[in-house]
């Protein structure tokens, strides 16, 4: 019987270099590389080793990654530390592809410099082992998604492993800055600050308009701190794919199906192309058309989409990589800055509805330091141009949008709190006795005082932070008598601390702040995943229907424990799965962008404008176009119902709480019934009974008066605010995970929970922490109020030019198209809406 060897010692510590000759090592591995340091990346690896923190901001493959790591391995060289004392480097990605890749430079670097570094991965795609050694602290440098690095803090020896980290950088900062995932790790950093007093922090950005508030939101403690920049500009090549002389194309729509030849066409000029869509069903889609029609391999097609199973991903992502695939299909799960230094181009089928995605996704084409970004755009339908010409405009002026950073989300905070609780602080371990006693917990006012050194909660109130504690303690005053609810207790010494060793299994479990869709997992009979669809969609089906998924045709055969267990469809086609949030809508800084290419203000001379002349030439003729300090209205009878068509310009999601708000306001006028839809552009509510407003009518209704009353009353904002509170209570911990081996909590369980949980504390607790959260979210998030109110202050300021045309114009076609979606028909809506535009072609010519 042979004995195991013992383990090698581990090798010596290399002998320290001088910070100059460390700084030379850097240089020289660079031109190995054929590369010569930028003075962006200088001037951060200096101001990095004189310990500042800071923010980079620079183009897409300007060299960033670099400019942030060059610090901490100079630092590495000259400095190097014992092997085990935890990591001394912290990479925060917000995305699982990026991570895997980020892991990959990050290696490559160490390795080139002979560092002596481990590089770990710590994210949900990591494999048990990479789990087990970042959580024992045996890696150099760590990659690490927020919710992952939550987790970590979450054990009662992270405070002592953390001790002796030197720096964290936060990786794509724009994708964070403006929701909750943001705000948990700006929690995160203050409790790494506060286990490593000398930490230093540096954020990436490529694409950002609030530059002074990102930085200040990453780092509040260090006001006025540099913002690195100075790469020049990457030049970026934009071109469409625009119809030919005398063809048609369509009014409305948005899969873009009729550009296939052109797209095929297109791809086959490259060598290796990345196609984006904005949803995941429009890339399930366009995958199987060009499925059908590619003239190579079929393995050199692939699908790339977040609800794909990771090892799929991961494939893809591997034949971008080496060049075995020539095309990947994705959605924004490849956005961001994954090195892919092999792909020639980047296609966008339709609008990508802001600048800075129009930035981002460009930037994956050619991601070499030096070479020009380049995408070609594929209109949907002909309005599109115009998203396309404003584009050109918007990035000529270097106007990208802002991200709002998010302020006192108490769910948040209730978490990271029994976080800490579990974790401990510097210095907290746990108590003499058994294995698994709690941590040391928290003394209340230190932690308070913590966490208003953060951007988040700032502002935060004594009295908010006691709802709070009382909420972890007892679930506030309804719940009081519920022993479940009791998470935290407060000690006689004061401190607050879990007792509870399910408790913290239970949070450990619900860490994070991303949304759940109710997903089910799809999987082969014989084994194997391919991923998740939302429940609702496959509740849908039957056994034997089928359904298109991963780029294939799947025969659905059973449903066991919130799995979709499925087979290869022999032959056929199927419905491809819808996702909730599937429309992005138009950002306001392009709307406005657009307005002015339809009037004709600016980008005349852009080729989408060209392009578009005839049918604004109609526009114009049949009604007006937009003009500067103008609303347009109209006024069209179609089919015996009466429209009123609007266009403020300000994204589907403001048009949506407008529109509702002017149907009541209307409706309290002239009694009537209003049904209403909205697109990017506008708005039309419609009626068979109102008669034509004037101007002076349409101005009261656009009133900013009683704007929050009316928004109350015109929505259901009770059943908004119980939609939130499901989400708002999941964050919380208020609605317990599924624990392994259980069966999966299915969505129907969750809303069933969070309803009785809402009425509840409806009835016994109305002023609870998390039902006035919810509410304030549906207000400021779903209804978006202070924008709404910014909309009409706008439009009050304007002249309203309102027309009567004869019928329905290029504007307000695809307006009435959506009024055809509710409607009970025989046929579908792309085949009743492609009959009437060429029945209006005909008449129009």
Not at 346 to 360: M, N, T, Y
Not at 413 to 433: I, K, S
Not at 754 to 771: A, C, I, N, T
Not at 804 to 828: K, M, N, V
């Amino acid at each position: 019987m042979s004995r195991k060897r013992p383990p090698l010692p581990p090798p010596p510590p290399r002998a320290p270099l001088s910070r100059a000759a460390a700084m030379r090592a850097l240089r020289a591995w660079f031109a190995t590389r054929g590369w010569s340091p930028l003075p962006f990346q200088r001037e951060a690896w200096r101001r990095q080793l004189a310990g500042e923190s800071g923010l980079i901001h620079t183009p897409t493959g300007s060299g960033k990654t670099l400019a942030a790591l060059g610090g901490p391995l100079v630092e590495a060289l000259s400095s190097p530390r014992a092997p085990a004392d935890g990591p001394s480097l912290l990479w925060v990605t917000p995305l699982r592809a990026l991570a895997a890749d980020t892991v990959r430079a990050l290696g490559e670097a160490v390795e080139g410099l002979d560092v002596g570094w481990t590089v770990g991965l710590r994210t949900g795609d990591a494999s048990a082992r990479e789990r087990r050694r970042a959580r024992a602290g045996r890696v150099d440098a760590l990659v690490i998604t927020p919710e992952s690095l939550a987790l970590l803090l979450s054990h009662p020896d992270s405070a002592a492993r953390l001790a002796a980290l030197r720096a964290v950088v936060v990786d794509e900062w724009h994708e964070l800055l403006g929701n909750k995932r943001g705000v948990l790790l700006q929690l995160g950093l203050a409790r790494l600050r506060a286990c490593a007093p000398g930490l230093r922090v540096w954020g990436l950005s490529a694409t950002l308009g609030n530059l002074d508030e990102a930085r200040d939101a990453l780092l509040p403690w260090a006001p006025g701190a540099a913002i690195v920049s100075g790469a020049p500009p990457r030049r970026l090549r934009i071109d469409t794919l625009l119809p030919g002389a005398g063809e048609r194309f369509p009014w409305a729509g948005h899969l873009g199906l009729s550009q296939l030849a052109r797209v095929v066409a297109t791809l086959g000029a490259a060598r290796t192309s990345l196609l984006f869509t904005n949803t995941r069903a429009q890339a399930e889609l366009w995958h199987r058309a060009l499925e059908a029609v590619w003239p190579d391999d079929p393995s050199t097609l692939a699908l790339h989409h977040g609800s794909l199973d990771p090892a799929l991903r991961r494939a893809a992502e591997a034949g971008l990589r080496d060049g075995t695939i020539r095309c990947v299909v994705a959605t924004s799960s490849l956005d961001l800055g994954v090195d892919f230094p092999a792909v020639d181009q980047v296609l966008q089928i339709g609008s990508p509805k802001g600048v800075s995605r129009l930035l981002q996704r460009a930037g994956r084409a050619r991601h070499r330091p030096g070479e020009a970004g380049a995408i070609v755009c594929v209109p949907t339908h002909a309005l599109e141009l115009a998203e396309y010409a404003a584009a050109r405009v918007a990035l000529a002026d270097g106007r990208i949008e802002a991200r709002t950073p998010p302020r006192l989300s108490l769910d948040v905070l209730a978490q990271h709190a029994l976080t800490v609780a579990l974790g401990g602080g510097p210095g907290a371990a746990p108590p003499p006795g058994s294995e698994g006693a709690p941590a040391d917990g928290f003394e209340a006012e230190a932690l308070y005082r913590e966490v208003r050194t953060t951007h988040a909660f700032a502002d935060l109130a004594p009295a908010q932070w006691r709802d709070v504690l009382d909420f972890l303690v007892q679930g506030g005053r309804a719940l009081a008598h519920y022993p479940e609810y009791r998470r935290l207790e407060r000690d006689a010494d004061g401190r607050h601390r879990v007792h509870d060793r399910a408790v913290a299994r239970r949070h450990r479990l619900s860490i994070g702040t991303i949304a759940s869709d109710g997903a089910m997992a799809v999987k082969f009979l014989k084994g194997g995943g391919l991923g998740s669809v939302e429940e609702a969609f496959i509740g849908r089906l039957r056994p034997h229907d089928r359904f298109q998924f991963a780029g294939r045709t799947l025969e659905l055969v059973r449903i066991r424990d919130m799995t979709a267990y499925v087979r290869v469809a022999r032959a056929g086609d199927g419905a491809v799965p819808r996702w909730q949030g599937g429309r992005m809508p138009l950002s306001t800084a392009l709307g406005r962008e657009v307005e002015a290419v339809l009037a004709g203000v600016r980008g005349g001379d852009a080729p989408e404008r060209r392009a578009l002349g005839p049918l604004l030439a109609l526009q114009a003729r049949l009604s007006a176009l937009p003009a500067p300090g103008t609303l347009l209205g109209e006024w069209i009878e179609v089919r015996g119902d009466r429209h009123l068509c609007l266009y403020p310009f300000a994204g589907r999601g403001l048009h949506e709480s407008l529109a509702a708000v002017l149907a009541l306001r209307w409706a309290r006028r002239a009694p009537a019934t209003f049904a209403y839809a909205v697109n990017d552009y506008g708005l039309v509510l419609s009626s068979a009974t109102s008669t034509a407003p004037d101007a002076a009518l349409l101005t009261t209704l656009l009133s900013v008066e009683r704007l929050g009353e009316d928004v109350r009353e015109s929505v259901n904002l009770a059943e908004l605010a119980r939609r939130r509170f499901r989400e708002v209570a999941r964050v919380a911990g208020l609605l317990p995970p599924s624990l392994p081996g259980g069966a999966p909590r299915s969505l129907r369980q969750l809303q069933a929970s969070s309803g009785l949980l809402h009425d509840v504390l409806q009835r016994h607790d109305p002023g609870h922490l998390l039902l006035r959260q919810a509410e304030r979210e549906a207000l400021a998030d779903d209804l978006e109020l202070e924008r709404l109110a910014a909309v009409l202050r706008d439009c009050a300021a304007r002249t309203i030019d309102l027309r009567r045309p004869s019928g329905l114009t290029p504007l307000s076609f695809p307006l009435w198209a959506e009024t055809l979606r509710g409607r009970l028909s025989t046929e579908d809506w792309t085949t009743r809406v492609q009959r009437a535009a060429a029945t209006l072609e005909r008449r129009h010519g």
